[in-house]
């Protein structure tokens, strides 16, 4: 049996209809949504409605979060002033447009999803804001994985799939005794199994070198994971931007494979607002 | 004995690059002007503002600005070396003096610097050719940013979203633009080339306020989008407060603040 998990579809619905067509076409039909339904693109409330009319599971992504709470990320989100300022009138355009009933679901999405050892988030355990890039240092990786208690954590946020595999991981303790507790030192050393981070880039969004819409498959007779990538229209999407009266720059943008805005850079920082 | 030569050519070709090297291998005096060239059917000259010759001053200090009101002809060095830059869409139709625009003559022979050589980018051999392009028809915008400073970040953004089209087909660009620690870079661009040319000013400004030298920028191309790039910088560029905010660490503890404009 296998399921789809999709990300990041960021109001793009013909990046939307054409991946789930692709989901459907291979017979598919459990779809996991990792978030970020709104945000930059030109039809926040008829992706957030095909979402809810397919009654796919999702969790709340970081714009998804930012659209009800009201920019609640901090500017270092952005990696430059041009950024944040596109973003934030990307921001007010789309809580604008966004019905009461859709802005309603999206405050009603879970932080996270959990299947038996599987667990679905945005951007990382710890936050919806945090990116896990594939080159993140790996000890914060596997506890990121670790201290959620899953064997692979599905995630999104950061536009690029990939698959990490975190092999031969060992946590070494020592405890020290005080001199007020006299005692040897007590060592501990815990083997980890195999933990995974399974990326699944972005639908509407994709940063991969390319314009098509990605999304992973999970095998789980094998456990195995498949990249898929997607075309779509992309040139629909680009013209509805610039009808939206959004910044015809974001249509430039993604019609070349380059995200709306900037990409933020720093992989560790979580924002704590 | 003075030595006058004019170096023409088209847009980007280099004309700049090839003067500095000559500029910076002569021991003796130098001096440096720059003509604006003439608007042909179709091929609009770009607005230069200034922009080469601050970046010539930057890098040769002492170097004599021959189109000074005050430059006194009869003062210059004897043994001064004085390049002429004329932008000029097609190569002249004749080779050597005979080649120069007979509409040069009267200025040239006001301030009292005729050439004696004349040498053009795509006709003379012993000018590089590899950036010598042909233009059939090209709009030219510019924009003067003096007294602004750039988010840094920002600014990397913008350039690379200019050079690769974002607003209109871009075939030449060039700026100086200042940065909040004092910093000023000079952008060189052409289609021709992969990459653009960053080049650091010498002179770096104390990091007291907005900068009091000349900033701009120059772009050649066709269907350029003027409100497109003006409204991006106006995103870019950084207000008083965050100015103040991004120097203030850079000051030593109790240096004066930035008057207020």
């Known amino acids: 049996m296998a399921h789809a998990v999709i990300s990041c579809l960021h109001a793009n619905l013909a990046a939307t209809e054409a991946v789930l067509s692709d989901i459907e076409q291979l017979g598919i039909d459990r779809i996991t949504c990792l978030g970020d339904l709104v945000g930059y693109g030109p039809q926040p409330n008829e992706v957030v409605e095909l979402i809810r009319a397919r009654q796919i599971p999702s969790c709340q992504g970081c714009w998804d979060e930012d659209i009800i709470e009201g920019l609640n990320s901090c500017e270092c989100s952005y990696p430059s002033q041009l950024a944040e300022r596109r973003g934030q009138r990307a921001h007010h355009w789309t809580a604008a447009q966004l019905s009461e009933e859709n802005k309603a679901f999206l405050a009603s999405l879970p932080l996270s999803l959990r299947r038996d050892r599987l667990l679905f988030v945005h951007g990382s355990p710890n936050s919806q804001h945090e990116y896990l890039l594939p080159d993140m240092n790996a000890f914060a990786a596997l506890e990121r994985v670790e201290a959620a208690q899953a064997d692979t954590l599905f995630c999104g946020h950061t536009h690029r799939p990939y698959v990490r595999e975190l092999r031969e991981g060992v946590i070494k303790l020592r405890l020290h005794r005080a001199v007020a507790n006299p005692g040897p030192d007590i060592e501990r050393e815990v083997d980890l199994p195999v933990r995974r981070i399974v990326n699944a880039g972005s639908v509407g969004e994709p940063r991969h070198g390319g314009t098509s819409a990605t999304y992973v498959i999970h095998h789980e007779q094998d456990d195995s994971v498949e990249i898929r990538e997607v075309p779509y229209d992309v040139e629909r999407t680009c013209q509805a931007i610039v009808a939206a009266g959004l910044p015809p720059l974001f249509a430039w943008r993604l019609r070349h494979g380059f995200e709306y805005a900037e990409r933020a850079d720093d992989a560790s920082h979580v924002c704590e607002r | ?261």
């Open chain 2, 1 to 261: 004995m003075t030595r006058v030569l004019l170096i023409s050519g088209p847009p980007g070709c280099g004309k700049t690059s090839w003067i500095l090297n000559q500029l910076q291998a002569h021991r003796g005096p130098c001096g440096y002007l720059r003509l604006e060239g003439f608007t042909a059917a179709e091929l609009q000259q770009a607005p230069d503002g200034g922009i080469d010759r601050a970046f010539l001053v930057d890098q040769c200090p002492g170097l004599l600005d021959l189109a000074e009101p005050g430059e006194n002809p009869a003062s210059r060095p004897q043994d001064l070396l004085a390049l002429i830059e004329l932008p000029q869409w097609q190569a002249p139709p004749e080779a050597g003096l005979a080649g120069i625009d007979p509409r040069l003559l009267p200025p040239l022979e006001a301030l009292q610097l005729l050439p004696q050589r004349h040498l053009s980018f795509g006709r003379d051999a012993e000018l590089p050719a590899q950036d010598t392009l042909q233009f059939n028809a090209l709009e030219a915008w510019s924009l003067d940013l003096t007294h602004s400073v750039w988010d840094p970040p920002s600014l990397n953004s913008f350039w690379f979203e200019l050079v690769n089209g974002a607003y209109g087909e871009v075939y030449r660009a060039k700026a100086l633009m200042n940065l909040p620690d004092g910093r000023s870079f000079f952008f060189n661009w052409i289609v021709s080339q992969e990459g653009t040319q960053f080049l650091p000013l010498e002179r770096v400004a104390p990091p007291v306020g907005r900068p009091q030298r000349m900033s701009r920028l120059v772009v050649q191309g066709k269907h350029l989008d003027a409100a497109g790039i003006e409204a991006t910088i106006a995103d870019g560029l950084l207000s008083d407060a965050v100015l103040e905010l991004q120097q203030a660490p850079q000051r030593p503890f109790g240096a004066p603040l930035p008057a207020t404009r």
